[in-house]
């Protein structure tokens, strides 16, 4: 008996994979209807900006009293906002094309290109324009969850069978899939 290898994404990717979301992951497996052996989220490592952390808020709240940004001992009440795990997402669905901008630092992140993935050749060597994605509440700041399935066979952390990405809104929560694809 054969097991998935123990490959943990694509390499352009590998740094930026972390600990999968529970909620996006559960919505990426009901929603595809192949396996899905590797759940990941996608975070970005870029340096600390004027955005303070929970510690910080906490702390300057205590020092303002009752006039400061939050109640004294209170806690933002979403972690995932405080870290640096949301991008703008752009896509072009006809050519296969991802892109995720952190909302901190600006950072680009090509999360999916078929050309990459699957070993496609372009008729140009222009890289397609992308256009912004936004939720149907307007949000343009999204957490990202990449599923991966390697072959039994594979040899490489790109050699992907399929793989899915959600994302969740960070306005409303609601969690869309915009991309589930298997190589051919």
């Known amino acids: 008996m054969s ?4 490959f943990e994404g694509p390499l352009h990717l590998r740094r930026y994979l972390g600990e999968e979301s529970d909620v996006v992951g559960k919505a990426i497996r009901a929603a595809v209807s192949h396996s ?10 870029c340096p600390t900006s004027g955005v303070m952390d929970s510690a910080g808020m906490r702390m300057a709240a205590e020092r303002a009293g009752s006039s400061g940004l939050l109640p004294a001992g ?33 950072k680009m992140f090509i999360i999916f ?7 496609m050749r372009r008729k140009t060597g222009i890289v397609p324009k992308t256009y912004p994605y936004r939720c149907s509440c307007g ?3 999204f957490e990202i969850g990449i599923g991966f399935d390697y072959y039994e066979d ?9 793989i899915s990405v959600a994302v969740r809104c960070a306005a409303c929560d609601e969690i869309s899939m915009i991309l589930d694809e298997e190589a051919s």
């Open 36 to 45: 899905v052996s590797i759940m990941r989220s996608v975070h970005c490592t």
């Open 154 to 162: 594979a040899i490489d952390e790109n050699d992907i069978g399929t």
């Open 113 to 119: 290109d078929q050309t990459l993935y699957w070993g």
């Open 3 to 6: 097991s998935q290898p123990p």
């Open 74 to 106: 209170t806690e933002p009440k979403d972690d995932r906002r405080q870290l640096c795990r949301l991008f703008a997402v752009e896509l072009n669905e006809e050519d296969g094309v991802i892109k995720a901008f952190c909302r901190r630092c600006q």
């Open 139 to 141: 949000g343009h700041a």
